[in-house]
């Protein structure tokens, strides 16, 4: 992005964004975004993180969730409807890149855990959000995905195949609920820099930078600023897509 980049302005006041796996990285990014355009920010992770030099993560409310656990869940969107009354926003971000290599040799126990945590967590997290939409026939959910769902990342099948299925689910959530105020959209990332690429290996990231015709990781900034987006009013006659972020890598 230019140092001259002039972003969008939004009035997201009176508003509550719930994002999962918020402590770091892209959740973090979006966090902030939403804090910044005056909305109420509440971070579902395991660990609430630390606040950074913009110093707006103070202000985000954290409730200790781990989305594999659906008790978890629904004592955290309690709490949430008890404090804030409603959720406007609900960003699936937490996710679990897992290690890279053949699948193969791959461990079975991991690739497990990599499908749960970023398929069936997203899941459980939206079967059990979706309902307090429902009675305020209003809300926006964005689910991160990843361009590994489109295109299948070699030495990364279990990543790849969970977020191919983010992706259906999306689609197929956000025709389910076309017609009740609530939009379903979906972001697709390539590579972006964020701590998630610390569970990868240096020549693995490498390879991905290599692919994009911008030759840059994209930046949290801007998968945030594409979800403020699709949770805006702006965004009225979207739902069930999935969004490119790529540099120009994917455009379909």
Request: negative net charge; hydrophobic residues 45%.
């Amino acid at each position: 992005m230019s140092a001259r980049s002039v972003f969008a302005r939004y009035d997201f006041a009176g508003r509550v964004a719930v994002v999962t796996g918020a402590a770091s990285g892209i959740g973090r990014a979006v966090c902030d975004a939403f804090a910044q355009h005056g909305a109420v920010t509440v971070n579902w992770d395991r660990v609430a993180g630390t606040p950074g030099n913009d110093d707006t993560l103070h202000a985000t409310r954290h409730l200790a969730v781990d989305i594999t656990e659906p008790e978890s869940i629904q004592a955290a969107l309690e709490a949430t409807l008890a404090e804030f009354g409603r959720v406007d926003y609900l960003v699936n971000n937490a996710g679990f890149a897992g290690s890279t290599k053949p699948l193969d040799e791959y461990d079975p126990l991991e690739w497990q855990r990599v499908i749960e945590v970023n398929l069936i967590g997203t899941y459980h997290v939206s079967r059990i959000v979706v309902p307090a939409m429902r009675r305020a026939s209003a809300g926006r959910i964005v689910n991160i995905a990843s361009l590994a769902g489109k295109e299948g990342t070699p030495n990364a099948s279990a990543y790849s195949a969970a977020k191919a299925g983010v992706i259906a689910m999306t689609k197929s959530l956000g025709k389910e609920l076309a017609q009740t105020g609530i939009l379903v959209n979906g972001i697709a990332p390539a590579a972006v820099e964020t701590p998630l690429l610390a569970q990868m290996s240096a020549s693995h990231v490498q390879t991905m930078i290599d692919k994009s015709p911008m030759a840059r990781l994209g930046t949290t900034r801007e998968v945030a600023e594409l979800a403020l987006w699709l949770c805006s009013d702006s965004c009225s006659f979207s739902t069930g897509a999935i969004f490119d972020l790529s540099g120009g890598r994917a455009t379909y």
